[in-house]
């Protein structure tokens, strides 16, 4: 009886033995993308800029976002081209609809040198708490 578990037991370490390298080999099967080909000019990596509108310029069709970081400002240009998608929400919006100050999210890929927009969601303007209060208390100097 104990040759018999001795054997059950080695044949079932040799499975796990060979189990790991199977799972090893699987692993390093995966291909690799070098980074060679990241950098091709067909090949433009997405970036994001969550901030507030700065700038408009409506004859060049670009917006400036920035965004305040803990030390420094973070600042894009982008281009909008007849692609960009602009929305609200869900609701689709066009270029005239971005003004200054409004808080967006700006999808780009940089182009020959451009940043040009995949996307663009403009965050609805929310009303201040403080600017709530005051509407609903009212002028205290007009109660008197």
């Known amino acids: 009886m104990k040759s018999v578990m001795a054997i059950i037991f080695s044949v079932l370490f040799v499975f796990a033995v060979s189990s790991v390298s199977f799972a090893v080999e699987e692993k390093e099967a995966k291909p690799k993308i070098p980074a060679e080909v990241t950098k091709l000019p067909g090949v433009a990596k997405i970036r994001q800029i969550t901030g507030n509108v700065r700038a408009v310029n409506t004859s060049a069709m670009t917006i400036t976002v920035t965004k305040k970081m803990k030390r420094k400002v973070v600042e894009a240009v ?23 100050e409004d808080k967006v999210i700006v999808k780009y890929k940089e182009v020959n040198g451009k940043n040009v927009a995949q996307s663009i969601t403009i965050k609805p303007a929310t009303t201040a708490p403080e600017e709530k209060k005051i509407e609903k208390k009212g002028n205290p100097a007009e109660k008197k």
């Open 78 to 100: 982008v281009t909008i081209n007849d692609k960009t998608n602009i929305k609200m929400g869900k609701e689709k919006r066009t270029f005239a609809d971005v003004k200054v």
